[in-house]
């Protein structure tokens, strides 16, 4: 297990490329950080977000980041060596095999330079009026939702915004949706999650409900009802959609009947999640919990000292970042 030190305020989100590749990490403390994952250092921090980074995804050397200044930037991290450096604190890295208590550490001064990368800024996308909470890309579509109330398509290879959804008309479709305007926003998004693939968007929003929409309309047409609080988190498959929510439970649906195959229950809200083809990951309290499919058993992997935020998996590898300011590599 490897530990990185080094931000001073909660983990929001992550993402990484390989075990052996790149990490980027964001935090409350208003900035972004990116490491090298074959040397553990940190290569520097991107400028230009006006508040923290609440969403990302890193896909090869594309990353995208979406921040509470309703803007979403886009960067190339292939060529990292122009940076210009300016005077940081620096990063500290632990490095301790996984549940082992006593840690072989590690740091850097404390006074060395932290490279501000802004030659891998490629463009900014601005037409969301409140904050970025969730984002999806693949190829040249991205995905976006905001705190605005609406879902975005933008046309990356642009920067244009091609088409968009308005939630409060989807929501206004139930009964309950009005429950849920009075929640605060400092805790709780519109939009928690959303993925797509080719025409068909899957969003989780603040109402507990799971939206199915076709992006050649722009309509919702098919609603998962089940979850009784905000949705922070989904991925699906194709036969699956795992979501996790507020209400301290994690639900795998089956999206040829619509109906829930199981529920996981937890006893602290579940803030992130990730599976592949054998084992969820879920982010809540201070532990991940990981739950085989197969055999129907958790185990869990701690040392975080406060709530997990965010959750990746890749490859051999799983990545968190937490309130405690950390963000912790683990061995699957």
């Not at 490095?95 to 490279?115: N, P, Q, V």
């Not at 609603?223 to 009784?228: I, N, P, Q």
């Not at 199981?262 to 879920?282: A, G, H, M, N, W």
């Amino acid at each position: 297990m490897h530990t990185f030190y080094g931000h001073d305020g909660v983990i929001t989100t992550l993402d990484l490329n390989g075990p052996y590749g790149t990490l980027v990490t964001a935090s409350k403390d208003n900035t972004t950080r990116v490491w090298d994952l074959s040397t553990f250092k940190c290569l520097g921090q991107l400028p230009g977000h006006e508040d923290y980074v609440e969403c990302m995804q890193l896909s090869q050397n594309t990353l995208v980041t979406g921040s509470r200044d309703s803007t979403i930037r886009t960067w190339n991290l292939a060529d990292l060596t122009h940076a210009q450096a300016t005077r940081d604190r620096s990063p500290t890295l632990s490095d301790s095999s996984s549940g082992s208590s006593d840690k072989d550490s590690f740091s850097r001064d404390s006074m060395d330079t932290l490279a501000v990368l802004d030659n891998c800024w490629t463009n900014t996308l601005s037409g969301h009026s409140g904050p970025v909470t969730c984002l999806y890309f693949e190829d040249q579509k991205l995905l976006s939702g905001s705190n605005d109330k609406t879902i975005k398509e933008w046309d990356l290879s642009t920067g244009q915004c091609v088409l968009t959804m308005d939630l409060l008309w989807a929501m206004g479709t139930s009964n309950s949706w009005s429950d849920w305007m009075d929640l605060d926003l400092r805790d709780n998004n519109y939009v928690g999650s959303l993925q797509f693939w080719q025409y068909a968007l899957c969003s989780g929003t603040i109402d507990g409900a799971i939206r199915m929409w076709d992006l050649r309309s722009g309509q919702a047409h098919r609603t998962l009802v089940g979850h009784t609080g905000p949705l922070t988190s989904l991925q699906f498959d194709d036969y699956h959609v795992v979501s996790g929510s507020m209400d301290r439970s994690v639900r795998i649906w089956d999206l040829r009947t619509g109906g829930i195959q199981e529920i996981l229950q937890y006893e602290e809200p579940v803030k992130s999640l990730r599976f592949d083809t054998s084992k969820i990951v879920v982010g809540s309290g201070d532990s991940l919990k990981i739950y085989d499919r197969v055999a129907q058993q958790h185990s869990y992997y701690t040392g975080h000292t406060n709530c997990v935020e965010s959750v990746r998996i890749s490859e051999s590898v799983l990545a968190s970042g937490g309130q405690d300011s950390t963000v912790r590599l683990w061995s699957r």
